[in-house]
C-alpha cells in the first residue's frame, strides 16, 4: 500500500467499511499462521513476506507472481529447469562439465579425467528465460557455477565473463570465487530480505524480487493496519519518483550509467544494463516523465516483448506535433529504434534502451 494510499484507507477505517474484516483476517493470521519466534515478525527485521501483502493487494500479488523477477532466485530443488531426469553437459578445453539430479540433490561435476571436482548446487540465479547461473558452497565460502544454463541452446555454456579469465586449476575452471560484497550484492538483488543493514544472512530470507524488495519491510505497516492506525510513510511509495530517481532506483540492480561507467563495462555487453542505456538516449530527460523504467514496464507485471504494445509510449510524445514523425513506420518503433543485439556468450537478444535512428547495428555507442 502507497504513502499517497494511506489517508484512503484511514478514512475508509472511520466509515466501518469491509477493510475491517481484511484487518481482522490479517490479525487472526498473525496470531495462528507465523510460527512464534519467526524471524519475519521480529523487531530485527520487519519483513512479513509477500503473502501479507498479497491480502490487501491480490491483484498486484497474482500479477506480480508471473513475472521473471519474481522468481530472479530459487532454490534448486524447486527450480523448474532442474527437475526431472536431466543431463546438462558442456566441455571447455580439458575440462568437461555435467549437471544430473540425484534424488533430491542436484550434483554440479567438473573433470579433467585425471581429477574431479562434484558437489551440489544449492542456488539458481535467473528464472532461465535468457539463462541462469548456480551458485554452490565450499567451506563456508560461495562460489559462481563457470557454467551456465542458456534456454536457446537447452543445455550449458561457459557464463558470462568466464571467458575472460582461463582456469589455473581445477578449482578455478568449477567456479569463481565470490569475494568481498559479491555474495551480498548478488543475493541482494536476487532475493527479498537476504541483505539487511549492508551484511548477507541466509537463515530468513523469500527467493525472489518480492513485495518488499522495492517497498520496503513492511512490519511496520503491517503493524499500524493491524492497530486500525494506518500511518502515513509506513511503506515506501514509489510512484512519485522523477526519471532520473527512477532510473537509479532500478539501476540499484540493472545498473546505472555511474556503475557502468565505474566497472569499464564496454561495447555491446553494455545492452544487459537498460538502465545505463536509457540514461544516454538523447530523448532522456529529468523532467519529463514520459521517459523512464516504469513508463514502459508495469513493476507488478511481467515483461511485454510484444513491439506493437509499446507504440503509444513512444507517440506519447513523437506524435506530430512537433513535426517528429517516424517516416519510414507508423508501428512497431522499437523494433527499428531499440534494435535486439546479442552479447558474446549470452545466447539472448536484448533490446538496446539507447534510444535513437539506428543506421547500422554494427555502430553499437557507447
Known amino acids: 500500500m502507497t504513502m499517497n494510499a494511506d489517508k484512503d484507507v484511514e478514512g475508509r477505517f472511520r466509515k466501518g467499511s469491509p477493510l475491517l474484516l481484511v484487518l481482522a483476517a490479517l490479525s487472526a493470521f498473525a496470531q495462528s499462521s507465523v510460527p512464534s519466534g519467526a524471524r519475519y515478525w521480529t523487531a530485527s527485521t520487519r519483513f512479513v513476506g509477500s503473502s501479507q501483502c498479497a491480502i490487501c493487494h491480490p491483484y498486484e500479488a497474482a500479477k506480480y507472481a508471473a513475472s521473471s523477477m519474481s522468481r530472479a532466485m530459487e532454490s534448486v530443488t524447486t527450480c523448474a529447469i532442474l527437475q526431472g531426469d536431466i543431463h546438462y553437459s558442456y566441455r571447455s578445453g580439458e575440462y568437461s562439465y555435467s549437471i544430473t539430479r540425484d534424488g533430491a540433490k542436484v550434483i554440479y561435476t567438473v573433470t579433467n579425467g585425471k581429477e574431479r571436482f562434484t558437489t551440489p548446487l544449492e542456488y539458481a540465479f535467473g528464472r532461465g528465460k535468457a539463462g ?15 557454467v551456465s544454463y542458456y534456454s536457446e541452446i537447452n543445455n550449458l555454456d561457459l557464463t558470462v565473463g568466464a571467458r575472460n579469465a582461463p582456469p589455473a586449476d581445477l578449482a578455478a575452471a568449477a567456479g569463481r570465487l565470490m569475494e568481498g560484497n559479491d555474495p551480498r550484492d548478488c543475493f541482494g538483488c536476487h532475493t527479498t530480505g537476504a541483505r539487511l543493514a549492508g551484511t548477507l544472512q541466509l537463515r530468513d530470507y523469500e527467493p525472489g524480487v518480492q513485495c518488499e524488495s522495492c517497498h520496503g519491510p513492511g512490519g511496520d505497516h503491517l503493524d499500524a493496519l493491524i ?52 540514461t544516454s538516449s538523447p530523448c532522456f530527460s529529468l523532467d519529463d516523465r514520459r521517459i523512464a523504467c516504469t513508463t514502459c514496464h508495469d513493476p507488478h507485471g511481467g515483461l511485454v516483448s510484444e513491439d506493437k504494445a509499446y507504440d503509444s509510449k513512444c507517440t506519447a510524445c513523437h506524435n506530430g506535433s512537433d513535426k517528429k514523425v517516424c517516416p519510414v513506420a507508423k508501428e512497431s518503433c522499437t523494433s527499428c529504434h531499440m534494435p535486439k543485439v546479442s552479447p558474446p556468450e549470452a545466447h539472448h537478444a536484448f533490446p538496446d534502451h539507447w534510444f535513437r535512428i539506428v543506421h547500422s547495428k554494427d555502430d553499437y555507442p557507447e
Open 132 to 146: 541462469q547461473t548456480y551458485v554452490y558452497s565450499v567451506a563456508g565460502r560461495y562460489y559462481e557455477s563457470r
Open 227 to 278: 492497530a486500525g492506525k494506518p500511518i502515513t510513510g509506513t511503506i515506501r511509495a514509489l510512484a512519485n519518483m522523477d526519471p532520473q530517481q527512477n532510473n537509479e532506483f532500478c539501476g540499484t540492480c540493472h545498473r546505472t550509467w555511474q556503475t557502468v561507467a565505474m566497472l569499464g563495462i564496454k561495447g555491446i555487453n553494455t545492452s544487459r544494463f537498460p538502465a545505463y542505456r536509457i
